[in-house]
């Protein structure tokens, strides 16, 4: 059965992921009311640590970036982004694009992640996906595509893994924008390195990544 909500969040500060104290922060998280998996994020060339997240529901998505995730920032001393969205609207849509949190296959494991929101106010049920799925599905490397549809915005956007971070590149800079200018829309794309966060995602339960002997090293 598939969750109710993802959460997206991300933190306005520059550390190397190697640095950063995921193993304690990993403990808390998992015991947040709801939480159901979550994989890490790593900012392409800012260094920025966030993460996508799966919860049991939107109430318990809600209260995670009402209540704990401030109080991590704040702890930090950054300035924060996150957003909730439906996951029960996105189902059929995603498991086109082989979304691993709709039950994907998992052939590879990724090299960079993609998130991206276009800042447009659409029930999910009206976008355009049916035409806009067999598109991207041809993208050079495109590996799962989840679809995202803001809480109360009805933003419509999505988070895709691909496998290298030169494909993921080409996206955001050369695919993405155009499909954004026919919409007459601004909009968010963001790009993370999957390889450094392997390990701290798996323990965490992400769908994205196969287990191995060197998973924890």
Not at 81 to 89: H, I, L, M, N, P
Not at 129 to 158: A, C, E, F, Y
């Amino acid at each position: 059965m598939s969750s109710n909500a993802f959460v997206y969040t991300e933190l306005q500060l520059a550390m190397p992921f190697s640095e950063a104290p995921w193993r304690e922060l990993n403990l808390v998280i998992k015991a947040q009311p709801g939480f159901v998996n979550k994989t890490w994020l790593a900012g392409v060339s800012n260094q920025s640590l966030g993460g996508l997240y799966q919860f049991d529901s939107i109430e318990s998505a809600k209260a995670f970036v009402t209540g704990y995730f401030p109080l991590e920032a704040a702890q930090i001393g950054v300035a924060q982004t996150t957003r909730v969205f439906d996951a029960s609207e996105v189902e059929e849509a995603s498991k086109f694009l082989n979304s691993m949190h709709f039950g994907g296959s998992l052939t590879q494991e990724p090299g960079a992640f993609v998130y991206t929101e276009a800042q447009i106010s659409a029930p999910f049920a009206e976008a355009p996906w049916r035409d806009m799925n067999p598109i991207l599905k041809g993208q050079p490397g495109l590996l799962h595509k989840t679809w995202l549809s803001g809480v109360h915005t009805h933003s419509v956007g999505g988070f895709y893994a691909f496998d290298t971070i030169d494909n993921a590149t080409r996206f955001v800079l050369e695919y993405f924008p155009s499909e954004a200018a026919k919409l007459n829309v601004a909009y968010t794309t963001r790009l993370f390195d999957a390889a450094v966060v392997k390990a701290a995602s798996l323990d965490m339960g992400s769908p994205f990544f196969m287990h191995s002997a060197s998973a924890n090293d």
